[in-house]
């Protein structure tokens, strides 16, 4: 017999039993079994959608053996009828003809009971969270938003490329990168730093990339529009709710294209991937709306109602400063926003998500197109509310001289880049991408407000378990 999902069973609204033909074969864990005089009820989820199927098992000579193995968090086979379900806020239940006990839990150690745990103890057992109603709801979201970015990007035509992990190069020059070596820490420290760099696997330093972009714009200034969605590493020490040192990143890069372009990519990648989750995921948000943030759903219906503001960085240090509030990073001309700058701008003074552009130069990569007041670059940050910054963008530089000059300034090498240059030297052309930050995202549709809660393992510093 073909497996039912428990998703199956709860949408088959109409045909009920005729649709799903009478007979079922339930394959899932337990959640919970209550016993009673001759009979005991099992709520048993497959992890297909939040409900939780419940099971009627009569106390048989065939049955009660095997039923009596199956505790919370065993794993089972039921095969049975499905009947109309007396219970309240059921339509169907199963009546079970024959059980199968694949894995037994037991229920003196098994951390996962009929109760809420904390979050900071689910952390410690990351490999049976995903068990719960929260880290279940939040995996199903990941995957359908997941399915949504490509479906976004494909619609538009942008081709799907595969950056490089292992990189020679620091897209943002900021040096926060993890070391890949092949040697043993012995060896390399017996090894003078030339040598030691002779020796190692590709003959030259290697790390762990933080970026896909300079690899997308070369193969936007040959395909057109690209994009990347994959893994980025950053060896920052930092522990905060919105910073982990693995972490997943939707980078789009569009050839002929300028920040006013970019910002309108932007927005409508934001938009449409907000409308998908109410969409496709409307029983998972109703948890996290109900459970996790009750202010979700007015937050992510009106990212909606109405376009982005949008205005120049130096007009947004001129709001803050006219606040009156007292933040604790101080505000003033030419500085960068912080999470609390960029939340005020959005939640309390917009009321609704911002965009920030034309930043001064001294704060932005090196890559970032300088724009005619020679002060600023053609650069973006998406604001929205909670989270702050979720996307962060620009027009590339794509002049060669002054390129070289914004290097030069930046004190990068130009040897690690040679063949970035060459992209301008050889038929450059105006161009301009972002970086969305995927867990920033899930953070956004489910309200969940650490980052360690929407990835199934997080990696953060001193935290390597799993």
Not at 74 to 79: E, G, L, P, R
Not at 150 to 173: K, M, N
Request: some cysteine; proline content about 5%.
């Amino acid at each position: 017999m073909q497996r039912t999902r428990v998703k199956d069973i709860i949408s088959s609204e109409q045909g009920g039993p005729n649709e799903l033909n009478g007979k079922v074969l339930l394959k899932g864990w337990v959640r919970t079994r209550r016993d009673a005089k001759g009979f005991s009820f099992m709520e048993v989820n497959d992890g297909s959608c939040l409900a939780n199927v419940q099971v009627l098992v009569d106390h048989t000579p065939e049955l009660l053996p095997l039923l009596e193995r199956l505790n919370t968090g065993a794993a089972c086979a039921v095969t049975g009828e499905l009947v109309a379900s007396p219970a309240a806020g059921q339509k169907w239940e199963v009546r079970a003809s024959a059980l199968t006990v694949y894995g037994e839990a037991d229920p003196e150690t098994y951390p996962l009971q009929k109760k809420r745990h904390s979050d900071e103890f689910l952390r410690t057992i990351a490999h049976l969270r995903p068990r719960t109603n929260k880290y279940g709801a939040m995996l199903r979201v990941r995957s359908e938003m997941a399915l949504a970015v490509h479906a976004f990007f494909q619609a538009r035509g942008f081709a799907h490329i595969h950056a490089p992990i292992l990189t020679g190069s620091d897209c943002e020059g900021a040096g926060e990168m993890f070391r890949v070596s092949n040697l043993e820490a012995s060896e390399a420290a017996a090894l003078s730093l030339v040598d030691r760099e002779a020796a190692e696997f590709f003959g030259r330093a290697a790390n762990l990339t933080v970026s896909g972009q300079l690899e997308a714009e070369m193969l936007a200034l040959a395909l057109g529009d690209v994009y990347t969605f994959g893994p980025t590493f950053r060896a920052e020490n930092s522990n905060t709710p919105k910073h982990a040192a693995e972490f997943w990143m939707v980078e789009p890069e569009m050839a002929f294209a300028d920040l006013a372009q970019d910002m309108d990519l932007a927005e409508a990648l934001i938009c449409g991937l907000v409308r998908h989750a109410l969409t496709h995921c409307a029983e998972d948000l109703a948890l996290f709306g109900a459970f996790v943030d009750k202010t979700l759903m007015a937050t992510l219906t009106g990212i909606m109602d109405q376009p982005f503001v949008r205005l120049p960085h130096a007009e947004a240090i001129r709001v803050l400063q006219a606040s009156g509030r007292s933040f604790e990073f101080p505000v003033f001309a030419g500085s960068d926003l912080q999470t609390e700058h960029e939340r005020f701008l959005c939640e309390e003074h917009f009321k609704r998500p911002v965009i920030v552009y034309d930043y001064p130069k001294e704060i932005k990569a090196f890559y970032m197109r300088l724009n005619d007041d020679q002060a600023t670059v053609a650069a973006m940050d998406l604001l929205v509310p909670r989270i702050g910054e979720l996307v962060g963008g620009s027009q590339r530089e794509e002049r060669l001289d002054v390129l070289l000059a914004r290097m030069a300034e930046a004190g990068l090498p130009t040897e690690p880049y040679w063949w970035y240059l060459d992209s301008r030297r050889y038929g450059s052309a105006p161009h301009a991408g972002f970086g969305l930050g995927f867990e920033r995202l899930l953070m956004l549709v489910t309200g969940i407000a650490n980052i360690r809660d929407v990835i199934p393992f997080p990696r953060t510093p001193r935290n390597l378990e799993f």
